[in-house]
Structures are given as C-alpha cells and as structure tokens.
C-alpha cells in the first residue's frame, strides 16, 4: 500500500485547508483509514477516522470535532480532511493511515502509513 497526502501549508488562524490522501496499491475498500498529527516535541496522536464504506461512521478527536471533517472517495481511491476554523494549536505534520482492521485505527496503530503534510496555522 501507498498513502500520499498533500494539501498541506501555511494558513492563518480561521482559515480553513483540505488534506488529500491518495491510495494505491491495493484495494481501496478494503481498508479503514484514519487521519493522525504530530506536532513538534509531541507524540503522533489520532485525528479522525472513518470505514470503509463509502457514507460510512466517522469518528474524530475531541479537539476537532465540529471544525475537521473526513470523507473519502471510493472511485478515486481517497480520502480527505476538510479542516475549518484553524487554530494555531492545529500545527502539525499530518499522515494519514490505512488497516484494514479499524480497531488497529482506533488505538493510534496502524499498518500503513503515508509520508505526511505540514500544517501551520499563524495566529
């Protein structure tokens, strides 16, 4: 499997980005996928996630919940991020992930990683 995010960059406080995450490599549907962040001098921590039905049930961080969105698009073997109403304390390199057991998701593990796309927020 190959994860490739993009979308990332500099945005300011109240602005608003949207992540992209290409699969390949295997099939697409078969795969739960999550988003994650590090940010700097922190540990990698869970954003969102959703399954592998397309319109299927999302779960997302508590620090995000009602500004990030997660959908994906099963023709076009993707999945995004809308990220609205930035803050600063969203900084990070953000990577999304794939396994096809959710539950490997849930508790920040994993299988497949993609290389991650910075995120700044200025304030």
């Known amino acids: 499997v190959q994860l490739q995010a993009s979308g990332g960059g500099l945005v300011q406080a109240g602005g608003s980005l949207r992540l992209s995450c290409a699969f390949s490599g295997l099939t697409f549907i078969s795969y739960h996928m999550g988003w994650f962040r590090q940010a700097p001098g922190k540990e990698r921590e869970f954003v969102a996630s959703?399954?592998?039905?397309?319109?299927?049930?999302?779960k997302y961080a508590d620090p995000v919940k009602g500004r990030f969105t997660v959908s994906r698009d099963n023709a076009m073997n993707a999945v995004y991020l809308q990220m609205n109403n930035l803050e600063p304390e969203d900084t990070a390199v953000y990577y999304c992930a794939a396994d096809q057991n959710y539950h490997q998701i849930l508790i920040n593990a994993p299988t497949y990683w993609g290389q991650g796309t910075l995120v700044t927020v200025s304030s």
């Open positions: 959703i399954i592998r039905r397309s319109g299927g049930s999302t």
